[in-house]
């Protein structure tokens, strides 16, 4: 049989396909007790309104593979970090055009005011060129950032670092 | 995944399904807790004075964010409309949790609806409060204005949240700690998105330039209203809970100089906005702008406290 656990992490995200929710580092915990089983999620933002799809789908998915009591339980603590994205979920971002976040800004006292655009080593995910610029620091969804490629000239997205 | 369920998007609003009932579909599902915002309210902590301050906290960020909102295809850019949908996105989900948090440890606070409403208690808060119960800073109420006002609210803002914020990652109450830690990622983004547009347009052209100094001068008399400390701050910094607003000033006045050195901009030499009837924001004293907003804001759901039609 199948474990919970498994069944969980296949499960994909909402706005990201083509990560599952385990690669995205959403998913945090499953405990399985005989047919009930408690599966605790985290937001990537805290207005992140995928949340409650991404509840319905694990719950789904679970209710299919005979777990008759799921219980879906969101935590704020630790918050998301853009560090927790897997290594798979890097490679599965790139390779449907989507630039995978650099290393998260350390906060360590107060937050340095930056007034430049935010610098990072961008490379194009269509053409590979890191002759890329910053469109926006905000993009189609919260954890996105707009960007464009200067050699090929397509636009793409970025995921943010949190 | 169960192909019926995903038939219709609409199918859930109108069902028995009170997890997803018309005003926002998601978390209140019985059984899941809403991030956690049950956890019991810590000893030595007033569960009234918690719940006040949660409120002011929320207040600010709801409506903030409705105001915002409300760039929505009038925004500069496309570009900007998005960043600016984003910015009260993040307000949004903050303003949810801290009302979720303040209904729970003191009910009270919450608004009576009739028998078999399914709104839940932060959406209760939310849409049947009048003016004189929102907890708000006038400075996030005014109307829009100009892209250089939004820009420069925007700054003070988020300048004084970020501060507040970082401090209350170390908050007695568990809850405010996690929505804070959560928060100072989202609202560092926002203040250094309103500083590169302050500098952006103090050194664009003669007409950008004369905007957001008009822009900061505009909201600069109501900045005052943020770092006052109300008698419930006193209480939530005494009790190890909250943050007295009065404490971060060094280090906002320190950004706020950063910003306009940048700019060649001088601060405006304004005197800060007198109170109304004996108060401001925070004791639920607001400015006429308020109730418009709270009137465009509440109106479908006061006309549906059933969540149905
Ligand atoms: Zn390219």
Not at chain 1, 117 to 145: D, N, Q
Not at chain 2, 25 to 31: I, R, T, V
Not at chain 2, 68 to 75: D, I, V
């Amino acid at each position: 049989m199948t474990t919970a656990l498994e069944v969980a992490r296949r499960v994909v995200d909402p706005e990201l396909p083509m990560l599952t929710l385990d690669d995205l580092g959403v998913l945090r915990e499953v405990v399985e007790d005989g047919a009930a089983v408690r599966v605790t999620i985290t937001p990537t933002y805290t207005g992140c309104p995928a949340l409650a799809m991404m509840r319905d789908d694990l719950v789904h998915a679970l209710h299919d593979h005979g777990y008759a009591e799921v219980r879906v339980a969101v935590a704020l603590d630790p918050p998301w970090s853009s560090d927790w994205i897997t290594e798979r979920g890097r490679r599965a971002l790139a390779d449907h055009g989507i630039s995978p976040p650099g290393p998260a800004r350390r906060v360590d006292g107060p937050v340095v005011l930056d007034l430049a655009p935010t610098r990072r080593a961008v490379r194009c995910p269509r053409c590979g060129s890191s002759a890329t610029e910053l469109t926006s620091e905000f993009g189609s969804t919260a954890c996105k950032a707009l960007y464009r490629c200067t050699a090929c000239l397509e636009p793409f997205d970025h995921v943010k670092e949190i | 995944m169960h192909d019926d369920d995903h038939q219709s998007v609409y199918d859930g609003l109108t069902g028995g399904d009170e997890s997803r009932w018309a005003f926002g579909a998601g978390l209140e599902a019985p059984d899941d807790a809403l991030a956690g915002v049950g956890a019991p309210v810590p000893v030595g902590v007033d569960p009234h004075a918690l719940a006040t301050y949660c409120l002011m906290l929320g207040d600010d960020a709801l409506v903030h964010s409705h105001r915002l909102s409300q760039w929505c295809s009038n925004a500069p850019d496309l570009e900007e409309d998005i960043a600016l949908a984003n910015v009260a996105l993040d307000l949004l989900g903050q303003a949810r949790l801290l009302l979720a948090r303040a209904a729970v440890v003191d009910p009270g606070v919450v608004p009576v609806l009739p028998a078999g409403s399914p709104v839940p208690d932060e959406d209760a808060l939310a849409f049947f409060r009048d003016a004189a119960e929102f907890r708000n800073v006038r400075l996030v109420e005014g109307e829009n204005g100009d892209f250089a006002v939004t820009v420069a609210r925007m700054l003070l803002f988020a300048t004084h949240r970020l501060a507040v914020l970082q401090r209350l990652t170390a908050s007695a109450d568990p809850v405010l700690a996690a929505i804070a830690a959560k928060g100072v990622k989202e609202v560092a983004y926002h203040r250094d998105h309103a500083a590169r547009w302050c500098v952006t347009l103090a050194l664009g052209t003669e007409e950008s330039r004369r905007r957001v100094v008009a822009g900061l001068e505009r909201v600069w008399p109501f900045r005052d209203e943020l770092s006052r400390t109300t008698p419930v701050e006193a209480t939530a910094a005494a009790q190890g809970f909250g943050v007295d607003p009065g404490s971060v000033s060094d280090e906002v006045e320190a950004v706020l100089d950063q910003v306009l050195a940048a700019s060649g901009l001088e601060r405006p030499a304004l005197p800060p906005v007198g109170e109304v009837a004996g108060g401001a924001g925070r004791d639920g004293r607001h400015t006429e702008a308020m109730g418009l907003l709270l009137a465009e804001m509440q109106v479908v759901a006061r006309a549906h406290p059933l969540g149905r039609w």
